[in-house]
């Protein structure tokens, strides 16, 4: 068995960070979230606002707010360490360039997400206040729901090739087999996620995905350091 490259080990290094990261960056949006919606049923946000707890309150929506800025944050580090592993990857082997590619191509698809539903949501808000031919609109309005499909359609397709390259990865001789559940759990997630009443249930393969790709990660690097002292 020939001694697994430097680049393998780097790769499998940023892919542990980038799904701790990752984790945490979803428990913490979870917990934001599961804050928020105590305080929108509890009670009328203006209400509290000038009660007698007003200050407590505002405290807790800037702690709300510094929240999700730091789980956004968390996820775009932890992008941008799953973007340098598949660099590692492909240069270990060409092969599993294929992650770069998906990689990529989710950054396009999320761009352009949220460039089309910006321009969407300005436009649906100026719909009444607008003076032109209604076919206009409705025709923008359709070009730019066309604009967030193919968008979504980039995701899609790039979450199925970073699946394929885990998967390869799962399959090397010194890996751990983890890696490759980690891709099909990924994989499934990722078509799940074209189906809109299930959407939950891809959040939550994407969760255990992660979860399994930390351990495996883990196991993998403490594989090749016994194989290179042997």
Request: hydrophobic content about 55%.
């Amino acid at each position: 068995m020939s001694l697994p490259s430097e680049y393998l080990r780097r790769g499998l290094s940023d892919l542990k960070k980038a799904s701790l990261l990752s984790l945490i960056s979803y428990l913490m949006l979870f917990a934001m979230l599961l804050i928020s919606l105590g305080i929108v049923t509890r009670a009328d946000i203006s209400e509290m606002l000038y009660d007698l707890r007003r200050i407590q309150t505002l405290l807790t929506l800037s702690g709300i707010l510094i929240g999700f800025l730091i789980s956004l944050l968390l996820g775009l580090f932890a992008f941008y360490k799953f973007f340098t592993a598949t660099g590692h990857f492909k240069s270990h082997d060409p092969g599993l360039g294929i992650g770069r590619i998906g990689v990529i191509l989710e950054l396009i698809g999320l761009i352009t997400i949220i460039i089309g539903a910006t321009v969407f949501g300005a436009l649906l808000s100026s719909r009444e206040a607008y003076q032109g031919p209604p076919m206009l609109m409705e025709t923008n309005l359709l070009a730019l729901l066309g604009v967030l499909l193919f968008g979504a359609v980039l995701i899609v397709i790039g979450g199925v090739l970073y699946s394929v390259m885990l998967i390869r990865l799962g399959e090397i001789e010194v890996i751990d087999k983890l890696l490759k559940w980690a891709g099909i759990l990924y994989l499934i997630g990722t078509l799940i996620s074209l189906i809109p009443l299930i959407n939950l249930v891809s959040v939550i393969l994407g969760v255990v995905a992660m979860i399994i790709l930390y351990y495996g990660c883990n196991s993998s690097l403490k594989s090749l350091d016994t194989v290179e002292m042997i």
